[in-house]
């Protein structure tokens, strides 16, 4: 009997066929380590362990990545808070993390990649956007996703660009062309760590542009199935997670539509993953 998933975007249930053979290639929305683990986190990975684990069951064989996203908006906040290294956030949150993981026998995860190791993929990502034109450069350096550039937009939620009300979910930045523009690179602000780029040193901001760049050396390939925790919409809402995963699949499209692939080298930076994760022995 054919295993059936529900498909977000065709909004039925589909045969899951796997692009190549019986390999399964999973990506997870991972953590932002900057508080305690909570309940909210315990329901989305058993979740996403049970699913790893029946199609290892089923015989295929699944290659498991979760995203971590350790520099943030939050991580910087209590950095200035509380003095202490943002470096130091993660690794305390993060690793108190894996112990609830294990706690909860969540083991199917095979590398968790840290979003500060692929800086390099991620600005040759917003520079292929920018050179074809789905992003721009705003005054202070940020880098913002061009939305009138991307036919598709909304096809995800459902929603018509025209009814949305700008404001309405975050404030309108007035460095932005159209009000749902999303931010790939914010520029620098006072205090706040940075990396070089040749917009000017900033860092990539959280969950638009340190999703696929972390995921295509680890696998090699182009597409994989994508998992989010997604909150439960109030009436007339488009839940966060789905905003999230939206500005995710228009900006990844283009990148590849205009063959953006994966770099030499990375098969160096796969090792780092690996040897943080003490499991450089499965290489």
């Known amino acids: 009997m054919p295993i059936r998933v529900y498909n977000s975007l065709s909004r039925k249930k589909e045969e899951f066929l796997p692009l190549h053979g019986n390999?399964?290639?999973?990506?997870?929305?991972?953590?932002?380590?900057?508080?305690?683990?909570?309940?909210?986190?315990?329901?989305?990975?058993?979740?996403?362990?049970?699913?790893?684990?029946?199609?290892?069951?089923?015989?295929?064989?699944?290659?498991?990545?979760?995203?971590?996203?350790?520099?943030?908006?939050?991580?910087?906040?209590?950095?200035?808070?509380?003095?202490?290294?943002?470096?130091?956030?993660?690794?305390?949150?993060?690793q108190e993390y894996l112990e609830v993981m294990e706690k909860l026998h969540c083991t199917s995860v095979d590398v968790c990649a840290f979003a500060t190791d692929y800086?390099?993929?991620?600005?040759?990502?917003?520079?292929?956007?920018?050179?074809?034109?789905?992003?721009?450069?705003?005054?202070?350096?940020?880098?913002?996703?061009?939305?009138?550039?991307?036919?598709?937009?909304?096809?995800?939620?459902?929603q018509k660009v025209g009814e949305l009300r700008p404001g309405a979910r975050v404030e309108v930045e007035e460095r932005k062309r159209h009000p749902a523009d999303f931010v790939l690179w914010r520029a620098q602000k006072p205090g706040e760590p940075s990396w070089d780029s040749p917009w000017g040193k900033g860092m990539a901001h959280r969950g638009h542009c340190n999703h696929d760049p972390p995921f295509r050396p680890a696998i090699r390939r182009p597409r994989w199935r994508h998992g989010a925790a997604v909150p439960a919409p109030r009436s007339g809402d488009c839940p966060s997670g789905v905003v999230h995963r939206r500005n995710t699949v228009r900006q990844v499209l283009d990148a590849r539509r205009h063959g953006h692939g994966a770099r030499r080298g990375d098969a160096q930076v796969h090792r780092k993953l690996l040897a943080r994760q003490g499991c450089l022995e499965t290489v």
């Not at 943030?72 to 130091?88: T, V």
């Open 23 to 94: 390999r399964v290639s999973m990506f997870v929305c991972g953590l932002t380590p900057q508080d305690e683990t909570h309940m909210g986190h315990a329901k989305t990975y058993v979740a996403f362990d049970v699913v790893a684990r029946f199609l290892r069951h089923k015989g295929y064989h699944v290659f498991y990545l979760q995203n971590v996203t350790d520099i943030e908006d939050r991580i910087i906040e209590k950095m200035k808070s509380s003095g202490r290294a943002w470096k130091d956030i993660v690794s305390q949150y993060f």
């Open 119 to 158: 800086i390099d993929e991620i600005i040759e990502q917003i520079a292929g956007l920018i050179k074809k034109r789905h992003a721009y450069v705003a005054e202070d350096g940020s880098v913002y996703f061009d939305t009138t550039t991307f036919s598709g937009w909304g096809k995800l939620s459902g």
